[in-house]
């Protein structure tokens, strides 16, 4: 009979990875639209990028890096391709900086109070209403 393995200990989300065409046109996207803050202490790679910070420790890494995917023929909901899911505080005001933005976004369909858009690159990025 083989030994039962120790459970691993999971803390959480350290952060995902976007990959990005443009670093500056991105961090106007995440900082300036979406109100992120830069992690300043991010040590040189040998490529542009950024990280994100998202609250408790997470972030979002941000790579200009050549995208391996197409973002042609993907669904125009985001919640139907994969996504990054991030908690916020409140979601009209979260509405009211994409529609300012004229930044496309669709509700959850699932009746969840949550929202879809896509960032300049087509990474779908879903915004959940913590609770």
């Known amino acids: 009979m083989k030994e039962r393995l120790p459970a691993i200990a999971f803390r959480g989300l350290h952060h995902a990875s976007l990959m990005v065409a443009n670093i500056e046109v991105s961090l ?3 900082c300036k639209t979406l109100g992120l803050d830069a992690d300043l202490a991010r040590p040189e790679m040998g490529f542009p990028g950024a990280w994100l910070n998202v609250g408790r420790g997470q972030q979002i890494h941000l790579l200009q ?15 139907r391709d994969r996504h990054t899911a991030l908690w916020v505080g409140n979601l009209e005001t979260l509405e009211l900086h ?7 976004y669709t509700k959850s369909r ?22």
Do not use: M, V
């Not at 994409?98 to 496309?104: H, R, V």
């Not at 699932?110 to 609770?131: T, V």
């Open 28 to 30: 106007q996207f995440y």
């Open 65 to 79: 890096l050549p995208n391996p995917d197409s973002i042609e023929g993907r669904p125009e909901h985001g919640g």
């Open 98 to 104: 994409l529609k300012d933005a004229t930044i496309p």
């Open 110 to 131: 699932s009746g969840r109070a949550a929202i879809f858009c896509r960032d300049p690159d087509g990474n779908a990025i879903e915004f959940i209403q913590s609770i």
